[in-house]
T-cell receptor, first 114, second 109 residues
Framework: DAGVTQSPTHLIKTRGQQVTLRCSPK?????VSWYQQALGQGPQFIFQ???????QRGNFPDRFSGHQFPNYSSELNVNALLLGDSALYLC?????????????FGPGTRLTVT | RKEVEQDPGPFNVPEGATVAFNCTYS??????FFWYRQDCRKEPKLLMS???SGNEDGRFTAQLNRASQYISLLIRDSKLSDSATYLC??????????FGQGTTLQVKP
């Protein structure tokens, strides 16, 4: 049973560029959430997708956008990259009907903006 | 005030020791509570959910006090492999997880 997968593992971008990160949820899961984790901090919620729609959003600017596909996989897009966007980006999947709200994380994509 | 607050530590303990971590949360409407473990440069892994009645999983015991908005994690007989950052996590019903900063544990031989 494959767990949550993310690609790429690492990415280096220049300020002002755009980036797309990808996530495949755990088998049987239909909900994908994205988090940003800066060094020394806990993960911060960016947004959550279910049934191909953004259901909730954290306190992140519109430069952060996403998408969910019919197979439940998801993308996170960040436009006009800033140095402060350098972080570990984590995808977490869950099953909405489980009622437990437990989320399982992928290995993350480490983004460095120079 | 942060929504979930933890003492970042580090907690340095010898093998075999008992160690306790505490966490407070600000939103009384919080519904679900978890402890996640995160190793250096890895993803958080679910350690255990926390129930109102308290729950135990081997050497780990979690407690929840809704009246005081307080969550705890007790680790008995610490092992070297327990060294990690422990994240206190709260869910506000909607599936949005709010993480604390994390508490770092170092278990020494």
């Amino acid at each position: 049973d494959a767990g949550v997968t993310q690609s790429p593992t690492h990415l280096i971008k220049t300020r002002g560029q755009q980036v797309t990160l990808r996530c495949s949820p755990k088998s049987g899961h239909d909900t994908v959430s994205w988090y940003q984790q800066a060094l020394g901090q806990g993960p911060q919620f960016i947004f959550q997708y279910y049934e191909e729609e953004e259901r909730q959003r954290g306190n992140f600017p519109d430069r952060f956008s996403g998408h969910q596909f019919p197979n439940y996989s998801s993308e996170l897009n960040v436009n006009a990259l800033l140095l402060g966007d350098s972080a570990l980006y984590l995808c977490a999947s869950s099953r909405r009907t489980s009622g437990s709200y437990e989320q399982y994380f992928g290995p993350g994509t480490r983004l460095t903006v120079t | 005030r942060k929504e979930v607050e933890q003492d970042p530590g580090p907690f340095n303990v010898p093998e075999g020791a008992t160690v306790a971590f505490n966490c407070t949360y600000s939103n009384s409407a919080s519904q679900s509570f978890f402890w996640y473990r995160q190793d250096c440069r890895k993803e958080p892994k679910l350690l255990m959910s926390v129930y109102s009645s308290g729950n135990e999983d081997g050497r780990f015991t979690a407690q929840l006090n809704r009246a005081s908005q307080y969550i705890s994690l007790l680790i008995r007989d610490s092992k070297l492999s327990d060294s990690a950052t422990y994240l206190c996590v709260v869910n506000f019903l909607t599936g949005k997880l709010i993480f604390g900063q994390g508490t770092t544990l170092q278990v020494k031989p």
